[in-house]
């Protein structure tokens, strides 16, 4: 792998995660809870929004007690809350009634493991917002600030180590991808005809509602409208068929006891996708933050989520070779862009950032995401 030209930098700001009053979220949680679970004489006896990867729906950790079948039940939870319009969240809509569904079917269909849910609440009442509670899951997560790559746990370890985690993780996602896409009708409704077309179309649609949302008059990103084209102008003769997609196939969403999975977390982007998908949003992931790290002349971590070995390892694994991977590497970049920006027009809505002057440079990887649509960003 060589550097891509004018990695990204490192933005310092310190961003929003949540608005929430977290002592009155504290008594809302008991009163739900004593509603839920007759005669529970619910506590809370601890509540936090801790800083973690990701900012899209609310992670609340909750440590309570309650009384259920004549014992005295204490666990450790995890509230997942549907951010307020407020807290300018990152996506339009937060469905968690597909996510407790798509958690429970891998959890009976599959060996991936998952966080056990307990309940689904779609009332807004309770909280404020839609949220579900399940089992908190100990383990560590490759961290996003700073990037793993740039010093953490992962790189202190063997590269044996390194190579265990990479092999667990593909068999992870090998192993949503395994699961009957029938199964998943409940969560994610019927496969479409086209699951390429639809997950594109998709993204089309956030990219129109994240340049009119939360703005005094929309914009126009041109980086991403240009790569939007490339994707229609290069699409795929024969693209894959769909499967069960993660959507946000990365390590920073999954929780490693040691060096296997011990929970896969963030499925707000889940949905039906050729498989493709979540391996390039994978490879591509890690090679942003090793442009990162290329910026800063750090060694990274060039040898870890290669993309030569994730498909030969993913291919090893399943019998599927992937196909159109240059493509679908771009439609990570495209996708990521689209989140990104609206990551930063968040911090210029709470005052963290300003607004460029240039738009395509909400897009932290543009040098990178130009590179690819020029046909000399990969290299191996």
């Given amino acids: 792998m060589t550097d891509a030209p004018d990695a990204p930098s490192i933005d310092s700001t310190v961003v929003t995660t949540t608005t929430r009053d977290m002592d009155a979220t504290r008594g809302q949680f008991v009163r739900w809870l004593n509603t839920v679970v007759p005669g529970a004489e619910a506590e809370v006896h601890e509540l936090d929004a801790p800083s973690a990867n990701g900012m899209s729906s609310e992670s609340l950790?909750?440590?309570?007690?309650?009384?259920?079948?004549?014992?005295?039940?204490?666990?450790?939870?995890?509230?997942?809350?549907?951010?307020?319009?407020?807290?300018?969240?990152?996506?339009?809509?937060?469905?968690?009634?597909?996510?407790?569904?798509?958690?429970?079917?891998?959890?009976?269909?599959?060996?991936?493991?998952v966080p056990t849910v307990r309940w689904l609440e779609t009332d807004p009442a309770p909280l404020g917002a839609p949220f579900f509670v399940m089992d908190r899951v100990v383990g560590r997560v490759p961290p996003d600030v700073m990037p793993y790559n740039m010093g953490s746990w992962l790189t202190e370890a063997s590269e044996l180590e390194r190579d265990q985690l990479q092999r667990s993780t593909l068999e992870a996602i090998a192993g949503i991808h395994g699961i009957d896409p029938?199964?998943?009708?409940?969560?994610?409704?019927p496969m479409p005809d086209d699951a390429l077309r639809t997950h594109v179309s998709g993204q089309r649609a956030y990219y129109e509602w994240m340049r009119v949302n939360d703005l005094d008059e929309p914009i126009c990103v041109p980086l991403i409208e240009r790569a939007l084209s490339w994707l229609d102008s290069h699409w795929p003769t024969k693209?894959?068929?769909?499967?069960?997609?993660?959507?946000?196939?990365?390590?920073?969403?999954?929780?490693?006891?040691?060096?296997?999975?011990?929970?896969?977390?963030?499925?707000?982007?889940?949905?039906?996708?050729?498989?493709?998908?979540?391996?390039?949003?994978?490879?591509?992931?890690?090679?942003?933050?090793?442009?990162?790290?290329?910026?800063?002349?750090l060694p990274g971590m060039p040898d870890f989520l290669r993309r030569s070995d994730v498909e030969a390892t993913y291919a090893e694994i399943?019998?599927?070779?992937?196909?159109?991977?240059?493509?679908?590497?771009?439609?990570?970049?495209?996708?990521?862009?689209?989140?990104?920006?609206?990551?930063?027009?968040?911090?210029?809505?709470?005052?963290?950032?300003?607004?460029?002057?240039?738009?395509?440079?909400l897009i932290m990887h543009r040098a990178a995401l130009e590179s690819m649509l020029d046909g000399d960003y990969w290299t191996e």
């Avoid at 990152?90 to 009976?108: E, K, N, R, W």
């Avoid at 029938?182 to 409704?189: D, M």
């Fill in 61 to 113: 950790l909750v440590e309570a007690s309650w009384n259920e079948d004549g014992n005295r039940t204490r666990s450790s939870l995890v509230l997942r809350v549907a951010p307020p319009l407020t807290a300018v969240p990152v996506f339009p809509s937060y469905d968690f009634t597909m996510q407790f569904g798509l958690l429970s079917l891998i959890a009976s269909a599959s060996s991936v493991p």
């Fill in 182 to 189: 029938a199964s998943a009708i409940e969560a994610l409704g």
């Fill in 239 to 297: 693209p894959g068929a769909g499967v069960i997609s993660w959507g946000d196939s990365r390590i920073g969403n999954i929780l490693y006891d040691g060096f296997t999975p011990a929970a896969v977390l963030d499925w707000e982007m889940a949905g039906f996708a050729p498989r493709e998908v979540d391996l390039a949003w994978c490879i591509f992931l890690h090679r942003f933050f090793e442009d990162i790290a290329a910026t800063f002349e």
């Fill in 318 to 361: 399943t019998g599927h070779e992937p196909q159109n991977m240059d493509w679908h590497l771009v439609y990570a970049a495209v996708r990521h862009a689209n989140v990104m920006s609206r990551v930063k027009i968040r911090a210029v809505h709470f005052g963290e950032a300003e607004m460029p002057d240039d738009l395509d440079d």
